[in-house]
């Protein structure tokens, strides 16, 4: 009998450059939480490093944590208090545990077709593409540079894309004065917030049911396929992964973070960068403490004075990588399924994506059944 080998934790340099690769995806909606919704810097991000940290060690995988989408675009959208989105993250955290304990995520798992899962993944790929190019929509020049950058330094063992990236834009803020007036560093813990039964059931009618087809097809099935198809000798089960969407979304509101998941995306845009270890994952998990300790009341100054040009550069070298994942799907039934998933998350959005194209599997399916049936 042999002993599993536990995957080594590497702090490289190409494990820091894959550790900003889901930083485009991360940066809009952190503005959004902190400045429209108020909720507080430290605890958002000294959670979420924490999350980072314990999944990088959890899984010994560059596993991404993000904000849920649904809840985040809905939250900002409508204004919501610190409680409502405290309240979801809770809410989501036992949806997640009664999903994973009981098995169902298992069923659904099994039973949700190949295409399907790909169509997810291009689905997310064109989205990500298409803000990504609003991004840049400010400055085309710095775009096209960050791009050609990207090309031609990904894989550079010196200078990986992404720090190169970083630098310049970090060197752009310096010279457009973004420093200029934010506050002295300063050590603050997190908040405790409180919140209600009755914000917990809002939250779910609001954003939390919509959220939950679209987390189990993006963060807990596509990203189970992920897995497999760039480390084939790792299995992830989709149940273990919405165990862990359970647990860190029980405790992180308790002490001020949001909503939290994994997620295809990230996924691919940290092992597009370079991230291959929970190296990654550690090293964005302390960089996120220390912002979250140290320069809470400057982080809406920083997020907002970095050039949103170099995001789009990079989330636009993320969203065609998802869409290449099409290219293994072939011709007939399993093509027409993800065009049918693809058009309707585009038209609607993922979880009515995700839906539509399950039906349409099993529709083209016995149709294809019926035709060969009555050729015979």
Sequence with gaps: MTTAVKRPIKLSLHEFAGS??????????????????????AGFLVM???????????????IPIEPMKVIAVVAIAQHWSPSMVHAAGLSMGIVWLLLAGTGVITWVA????????????????????????????NSWLLAVLGVVIVLTLRKNRYAPASIVLMGLGIGIMVFAGGFDGLA??????P??????????????LRAGFAQIPLTAANAVIATSALITSYWPEEKVAPRKLAFSHGVMNVISPIF?????CHGAGGLVGQYF??????????IEGVIEIVLGLLFAGSIVGLFSAFPSAIVGAMMFMVGIELVKFARHVKLGPDLITLAVTVVTGLLANMAVGFIVGVVAYKLVERATASSGEGGH
């Design 184 to 189: 002295p560093v300063q050590f603050r813990l």
């Design 256 to 260: 001020g973070g949001m909503p939290m």
């Design 110 to 137: 099994r039973n949700t077709p190949t295409p399907v899962v790909m169509g997810i993944q291009v689905t997310l790929g064109l989205m990500l593409a298409t803000e990504a190019l609003r991004l840049s929509s």
């Design 20 to 41: 900003m690769g889901d930083f485009g995806t991360l940066l809009p909606l952190a503005i959004g939480y902190i400045v429209v919704c108020g909720l507080d810097p």
């Design 273 to 282: 960068y370079g991230a291959r270890t929970a190296g990654a994952n550690i």
């Design 48 to 62: 979420m490093g924490l999350a980072n940290i314990v999944t990088g060690l959890v899984y010994r995988l560059p």
């Design 191 to 204: 908040q405790v917030p409180s919140f209600t039964l009755a914000e917990m059931w809002d939250s779910l």
